[in-house]
């Protein structure tokens, strides 16, 4: 054992060196009589035990043991001796981290053995208390999975930064950054791929922020950087594109080569918010922007950014009750044969007839019903209220002597859906319309995000005779090769070549190739958008099979649909 003894008293020194001196006591004993010179080497090795006098020359033994405890790495054991029996005093010390307090008119050698034992054992379990509550701490600040700062540490250091920046009157910025589409990878490769996922990009943002800069893991896919001491916002976007290109490179784990990309929204203080909470919210709401942008960027929060964001904020969660509240309604346009200009079908188009904000068109509202998961539901409701609707018109206007077909749109995450074509079966069954009479219609952007599941659905629909329409035609790369791919029966020009129509020949040219094109692989052809009387004549001309658009009618409620076609026929 090895002890230090500081004590200006050399007869109390010898004291108690003779009562450490018992035979089988292996002790080595150093003897300092200065209070600066004893601090200095206890500082400077290691002790197993400090034996330290309350009354020296220059300070007090509680002074000297107050700067001795001030590092928090010196944890020696220390036993105070007084010739005072003072209690109070006593408490003191022992406050202020001695393990014990000994009044040397009592020190003996057996007294002086149990006083270093009992000090050394009481070190132990302090000691052993101090790694407990830096284990806690630990828990407490540190995200498990990654290391990285927590939401706890995240939120504790961002309430401290910004009266900091006050004071100091400088900036600091707040990024909050989301992996894109992390949920598929834990869908299709598992969550402990997903963790190791989460680690390695951890490490990647670890490489691309400052030194000083708070980089935490909030949950989840959720990360946060705080930049401080701010001079310029455009180092916040430097940032931003530092992330961008260390996640570009692809991550290799457990052999599955995973590519990741990342939005971003940027706050700064004081700009855009001048506490805490409202600082998340901007960064929050740029992040929106971000992801609602395409992904895979970053954009700085803004006041009309914001007053968008709300009002999307508030149109989700109204459209979440909107089918039991029965707001959803279909609207019906008229597809006229480019022959005899009779009516051949009706396309179906939902509307929203809100309470207040009177009818809103489906491009308001259906992204919002896809991003929140509700466009398979609403989807479902749309057939059935259109084959109901069809079944009525069968019934009560010969409509079945006209031939009338049903038009739908699909959503890309109705492909999804194993269980999409037994609910169109028995809707079908249920209202007993007859497969040929139900044409569904895909956009190409809705066909680019195929699965083998949704090509397999496609197939069975087209082999029970439904009919597959290819919407929107010529305003994607892939036009062709989705063509190739599905089995359409029907495709539809896109609005914007008929309205381009002009004195020249040259669109009238590429119309008359799309058409060529079109029957040459067995195709219907619909021309959608047309408004005036030359865009029906070339439509006839080019012998296109269908024709539809705001000449013959728009999209009007069902009853007006009746009165206008149905009645008269």
């Known amino acids: 054992m090895n002890l230090l003894i500081i004590d200006d008293d050399i007869v109390d020194r010898m004291n108690t060196m003779r009562s450490l001196q018992k035979p089988g006591q292996a002790i080595n004993v150093t003897e300092i009589s200065s209070a600066e010179a004893g601090l200095a080497l206890a500082n400077q090795q290691p002790f197993d035990l ?56 009592e020190v003996t050698a057996s007294r002086l053995m149990r006083a270093i034992s009992h000090a050394r054992e009481r070190h132990k379990i302090e000691s052993e208390l101090r790694e407990s509550r830096e284990q806690l701490r630990y828990l407490a600040e540190v995200d498990s999975l990654t290391g990285l700062a927590n939401r706890h540490m995240f939120e504790r250091g961002l309430t401290r930064a910004l009266p900091l920046a006050e004071r100091q009157n400088s900036e600091l910025a707040l990024v909050m950054l989301d992996l894109d589409r992390f949920k598929d990878v834990n869908d299709t490769l598992g969550h402990g791929i997903g963790d190791a996922l989460l680690k390695e990009v951890a490490n990647r943002l670890t490489t691309a922020v400052r030194e000083g800069d708070l980089l935490c893991r909030l949950g989840g896919d959720e990360f946060a950087i705080l930049i401080h001491d701010l001079d310029n916002i455009e180092l916040a976007e430097r940032l ?55 992904r895979n960027q970053s954009h700085f929060y803004s006041k009309a950014l914001h007053e968008k964001i709300q009002k999307r904020v508030e149109l989700e969660q109204e459209l979440r009750g909107a089918l039991g509240r029965d707001e959803l309604v279909l609207y019906y346009q008229a597809q006229i044969d480019i022959n005899s200009e009779a009516i051949t079908g009706a396309e179906a188009l939902i509307r929203w007839q809100h309470p207040t904000k009177g009818l809103i068109p489906p491009d308001k509202f259906i992204p919002i019903a896809e991003d929140i998961g509700l466009i398979v539901e609403i989807g479902d409701w749309v057939l059935e209220c ?65 699965t083998d599941v949704s090509t397999q659905l496609l197939e069975d629909l087209s082999k029970r005779g439904i009919k597959l329409a290819m919407d929107d035609f010529g305003t994607g790369y892939s036009s062709l090769l989705q063509l ?86």
């Not at 381009?500 to 067995?522: M, P, Q, V, W």
């Open 50 to 105: 400090l034996l330290l006098d309350y009354q020296l020359p220059t300070m007090t033994g509680l002074e000297l043991l107050i700067s001795l405890r001030s590092p928090p790495t010196n944890n020696t054991p220390v036993v105070m001796l007084s010739h005072t029996n003072d209690e109070e005093l006593a408490l003191k010390c022992i406050e202020h981290g001695a393990q014990d307090f000994i009044v040397k008119s």
């Open 240 to 294: 931003t594109q530092r992330i961008l290109r260390v996640l570009k490179q692809p991550l290799v784990i457990e052999g599955y080569e995973i590519n990741i990309s990342a939005s971003m929204g940027i706050a700064s203080y004081p700009d855009c918010a001048t506490d805490a909470i409202q600082l998340m919210k901007c960064a929050d709401v740029a992040l929106y922007r971000s992801k609602d942008a395409g």
């Open 484 to 569: 190739k791919n599905y089995p359409f029966q029907v495709l539809k020009i896109d609005k914007s070549f008929i309205h381009s129509i002009s004195d020249n020949n040259s669109d009238e040219t590429y119309l008359h190739a799309i058409n060529a094109f079109a029957k040459t692989l067995g195709l219907q052809v619909v021309a959608e958008g047309v408004e005036t009387a030359k865009q029906k004549a070339l439509c006839q001309k080019l012998l296109f099979d269908r024709m539809q658009g705001y000449y013959f009618s728009r999209p009007v409620p069902a009853t007006e649909f009746e009165k206008t076609y149905l009645i008269s026929a």
């Open 386 to 450: 259109a084959c109901r609707q069809l079944q009525k018109w069968r019934i009560e206007f010969n409509a079945t002597d006209l031939n009338l077909s049903l038009s739908l749109n699909l959503s890309a995450l109705q492909l999804g859906s194993h269980s999409f074509v037994e609910n169109v079966e028995s809707i079908m069954q249920k209202y007993n319309i007859p497969h040929q009479r139900l044409e569904l219609e895909l956009t190409e952007s809705a066909l680019s995000e195929n």
